[in-house]
Each structure stands twice: as structure tokens, then as C-alpha cells.
């Protein structure tokens, strides 16, 4: 119950298209939902987070959507770009808690 | 503000021996978790602390151990090392009442 399923686990897009990432969990308690991005030996870097009371959340070319009832939320960057190659890892928490993270999932842009 | 710094980010060490990663949060985070990444296992999380006081923990063997100063700055510890032990070792602070963590560039240690 405490897992974060994440899919797929690699991602190849062309410049310019869209990179959709998944994400379900079971734990209804769990109340934040951030997106992390991490490059080649580097720490993971806060993308874009989501609270369960808010169905999307934008910030420039990264979307979140979010679906209670469902159980999933989702990470779409648009108009994806060379720079974006990275691996991104969703996660989810409970208040004052760990995150549970995702397996995480490649994404490869090619120009 | 400077980020989370930790140090070193890289380390050798051989079966048996014992290792201390330091970790230095945020300026004014009070909130410091570590965790472990390792290709097989992904990112699991070791050991909270808040204000000198360990506030959670995750299910690694007592061979690890960590402890915070009164400044913020933090430690952690594993003592007889395993090959399995190899990883990169992450700290995130985190500003207090919030969710959001924020992580350094890891120390990676390999053990021989």
C-alpha cells in the first residue's frame, strides 16, 4: 500500500513532441505529489509538485494531472527538448513522512 | 542560497571498514532525511531528523545510523561495510511544516 507504481520505465520523443510519464498509488492517505528530475550525477531536482485538492497544476512546459478517484497523476512536458533528458521519479507522502518514490523513468529527446 | 551541500561525493572503502557522510541542509532547514539510490532498488528512503532528533525511519539494518547537530548539519554513519552497501547516498532538506525536499548532489561510495 505504501508503493508508488511508475510507467513506463523508458521514453524515447522527438524534439517538439510530448512526454507523458505515469504514476498510480493505493495509500488514499497520501496528501503531495512532487515530480523530481535527475540528471547523470546529480541529485534529484524538484520539477513540479500537487496537492489531491487540485486536478492540474502548470508551471512553463510541465503539467501535472491528477486524478483521486483514480488513484494516478501524471507528468506531461510539452514541447520536449534535448535538455529534457533526463530520469524523471514521481513521488508521494503523507504528512511529516518519507516520500515513496517511483521507479523512475529514462526519457530520451532526440533533435 | 546555497543548496545542500554534501561531502565527499566520492568514497572507496573495502568490505568491513566503516564510512561517515556529512550532509548541510539549507540555510534555515531544519529538516534533514537521507536516503538510498541504488539501480536495483531505486530511491528508499534511510532516516529523518528534525531539530537533533531522529523522527523516522526506514528499514535498513542498524549497521546505519545517523545523528544531527544543533547548526542543522548532519551525519550519517554505516559501520561494517558490504558490497551491497554501495550506492549513491542522498541528503534532502526540507523547510519547516513543509513537503518539499530538496537534495543534495549525493555522495557516492563504493565499496570493495
Known amino acids: 500500500q505504501q508503493q508508488v507504481k511508475q510507467s513506463p520505465q523508458s521514453l524515447i520523443v522527438q524534439k517538439g513532441g510530448i512526454s507523458i510519464i505515469n504514476c498510480a498509488y493505493e495509500?488514499?492517505?497520501?496528501?503531495?505529489f512532487p515530480w523530481y528530475q535527475q540528471f547523470p550525477g546529480k541529485g534529484p531536482a524538484l520539477l513540479i509538485a500537487?496537492?489531491?485538492?487540485?486536478s492540474e497544476k502548470k508551471e512553463g512546459r510541465f503539467t501535472i494531472s491528477f486524478n483521486k478517484s483514480a488513484k494516478q497523476f501524471s507528468l506531461h512536458i510539452m514541447d520536449s527538448q534535448p535538455g529534457d533528458s533526463a530520469t524523471y521519479f514521481c513521488?508521494?507522502?503523507?504528512?511529516?513522512?518519507?516520500?515513496?518514490f517511483g521507479t523512475g523513468t529514462r526519457l530520451q529527446v532526440f533533435p | 542560497k546555497a543548496g545542500v551541500t554534501q561531502t565527499p561525493r566520492y568514497l572507496i572503502k573495502t568490505r568491513g571498514q566503516q564510512v561517515t557522510l556529512s550532509c548541510s541542509p539549507i540555510?534555515?532547514?531544519?529538516?534533514v532525511s537521507w536516503y538510498q539510490q541504488t539501480p536495483g532498488q531505486g530511491l528508499q528512503f534511510l532516516f529523518e531528523y528534525f531539530s537533533e532528533t531522529q523522527r523516522n525511519k526506514g528499514n535498513f539494518p542498524g549497521r546505519f545510523s545517523g545523528r544531527q547537530f544543533s547548526n542543522s548539519r548532519s551525519e550519517m554513519n554505516v559501520s561494517t561495510l558490504e558490497l551491497g552497501d554501495s550506492a549513491l547516498y542522498l541528503c534532502?532538506?526540507?523547510?519547516?511544516?513543509?513537503?518539499?525536499?530538496?537534495f543534495g548532489p549525493g555522495t557516492r561510495l563504493t565499496v570493495t
Open positions: 513521488a508521494a507522502s503523507v504528512p511529516t513522512d518519507k516520500l515513496i
Open positions: 500537487i496537492r489531491p485538492d487540485v
Open positions: 540555510s534555515g532547514h531544519r529538516s
Open positions: 495509500n488514499t492517505a497520501f496528501d503531495y
Open positions: 534532502a532538506s526540507s523547510p519547516q511544516g513543509r513537503h518539499e525536499q530538496y
